[in-house]
């Protein structure tokens, strides 16, 4: 066996996935078919879920730096827009960073982690036993093959992987053909919604950001199929223009193109996330109309789950269960988004006929419960993992970690941050709780919070038990912990040699 994990590629949620198997020990080799970063950004958000996850690795300052934030995101290109005031976390707004810089910044964190990173390797062949698996890679020096205990194919909505492993990708054929360009605008005020904005007219939508000084991106989407082997025709400056010209009956003078790219609303879920030792996490295993900002939020996502969880199994102490939940827990999230982003494109449609639609929608964001639930539901903050059940219902169990007083906070962020759980304990369940926990102690660091709650949080930030307060007999309360400890951490006094660096402990 070469390595314990093989990840391959190194997309933003490839590059994730490896540094959280590094903090929980596990050894990767990461391969990625390009020799160079595209430089390119699809994505321009992060959304306040990820921000929360990004502070609790204590990355978030680098992320932060010389980017812009907005409180605010549209839905379906709908007034009023959703308004991340309502936002139950730390961080209630977008940050607006483009992938390339998430790219460099995960690359940098997943190498000072410890991660061995290959580029211009392509993954050719995976043949998988029960034991173990072994690809086949392809570089400009030739081919070679490596094994490892697992794989997780984190290389794109096309996943060499996910058809290797033979694992099925439901769901719908592309309805709309859209286009993507960086270009410069000979006259911005030819838009007549202007940069940034949005035009809807009879024949399509087009919206227009800007990127950095001179140069906007134009995105163009038409509401018919695409030509068969469209994907596979690069774009012109001249099919652009003459978009542009069919929806919005202007010509609109665009030259020195930085990239022309096309994308679709293919809608598609992996039947399975995982098949014996072959995983899929990002757009490997989703792929839908990138509205609302969601899909790389969504893949980094998987990312933090699986992470622990597959580090646990390799280093020995993943009570049963704990790598299946993985595929349990975020698929069914996945599945939202995709219900999600296909209505709102069926809002955006050109056709007439869905302008009563559009209205009525647009009384409902007025409604600071629709608003602020949508909102929840775009930035991933609703997400709550059905928990096996225990012996009492909370509200939180399952969901992200709600906000915390900002001491506790600190030492909860700092706990975090190597990768292991945190017991947050009040004073009234202090010692006998802290007793309790000191045989997972390796796996779990322990915060007072004084009067403030206590939670049993997990690596990834979700609550997995939470004290329910009086009215729960004390040694009901403390089963109950014990049992989750054993459910998500193992089996206690299970001291198991710690393989992970400690660059981010302390
Ligand atoms: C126009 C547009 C705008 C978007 N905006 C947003 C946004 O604002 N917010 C958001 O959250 N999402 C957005 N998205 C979606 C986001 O870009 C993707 O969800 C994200 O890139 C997925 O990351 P990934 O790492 O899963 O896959 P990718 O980014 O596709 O990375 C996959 C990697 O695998 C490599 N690879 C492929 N095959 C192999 C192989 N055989 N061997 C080795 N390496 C291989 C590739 O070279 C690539 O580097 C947008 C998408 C589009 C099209």
């Not at 590094?22 to 950004?41: D, F, I, K, M, N």
């Amino acid at each position: 066996m070469n390595t314990d994990v093989v990840v391959v590629g190194g997309g933003p949620v490839g590059l994730m996935l490896a540094a959280e198997l590094r903090l929980g020990g596990a050894r990767v080799v990461l391969l990625e078919r390009l020799t160079e970063p595209s430089g390119h950004s699809r994505a321009f958000r992060m959304q306040a879920r990820m921000l929360d996850v990004l502070d609790q690795r204590g990355l978030l300052g680098h992320f932060m730096e010389g980017n812009r934030t907005w409180p605010k995101a549209h839905f379906a290109g709908l007034e009023p827009l959703l308004d991340f005031g309502y936002l139950r976390n730390e961080h209630p707004y977008a940050l607006l960073i483009p992938q390339a810089r998430t790219e460099e910044l995960l690359e940098k964190h997943a190498l000072s982690c410890g991660v061995e990173i290959r580029r211009g390797h392509t993954v050719t062949g995976i043949e998988a036993t029960p034991a173990t698996v072994v690809c086949d890679v392809s570089t400009r020096e030739g081919t070679y093959r490596i094994g490892s205990s697992y794989l997780v194919g984190c290389d794109g909505g096309r996943s060499t992987v996910r058809k290797l492993a033979g694992i099925g990708f439901s769901g719908s054929q592309p309805t709309v053909r859209a286009l993507l360009a960086d270009v410069e605008l000979a006259d911005p005020g030819q838009l007549p919604n202007g940069v940034p904005g949005t035009m809807r007219t009879p024949r399509g939508l087009l919206m227009a950001i800007s990127l950095q000084p001179g140069v906007t991106r134009v995105l163009t989407t038409e509401f018919a199929a695409p030509e068969p082997g469209a994907e596979r025709t690069p774009v012109t400056l001249d099919e652009l223009s003459a978009t542009v010209r069919r929806i919005t009956g202007i010509d609109v003078g665009m030259d020195r193109p930085r990239w022309l790219s096309r994308f679709t609303d293919t809608t598609r879920l992996a039947d399975t996330y995982r098949q014996g030792r072959v995983l899929l996490a990002g757009d490997a295993a989703h792929v839908h109309f990138p509205i609302g900002a969601q899909g790389l939020n969504l893949g980094l996502q998987d990312a933090v789950n699986l992470g622990w969880k597959l580090a646990g199994t390799l280093v020995g102490w993943a009570p049963p269960g704990l790598l299946d939940s993985y595929g349990t827990e975020r698929r069914p999230v996945a599945e939202r988004v995709l219900r999600e982003t296909r209505v709102q494109l069926m809002i955006m449609a050109p056709d007439p006929k869905v302008d009563p639609l559009r209205e009525m929608f647009s009384e409902l964001l007025e409604l600071p419960e629709v608003n602020s639930r949508l909102a929840h539901e775009m930035t991933g903050l609703d997400v709550r993992y059905a928990l096996p059940p225990g012996r009492y219902e909370h509200d939180l169990l399952g969901r992200p970690c709600p906000p915390l007083e900002q001491a506790v906070g600190d030492e909860v962020r700092r706990g975090l941050r190597t990768g292991r759980g945190v017991l947050l304990l009040p004073d009234g369940l202090v010692e006998e709780a802290a007793a309790l926990a000191a045989d997972w102690s390796h796996r779990l660091c322990t915060v007072r919070t004084g009067d403030g709650p206590g939670l049993l949080l997990r690596p990834d930030g979700h609550v997995a038990w939470a004290d329910p307060g009086d009215g729960v007999p004390r040694k009901d309360v403390l089963l109950e912990l014990e049992d989750t400890l054993r459910q998500w951490f193992g089996a206690s006094g299970h001291k198991i040699a710690r393989r992970a660096l400690d660059v981010t402990s302390g």
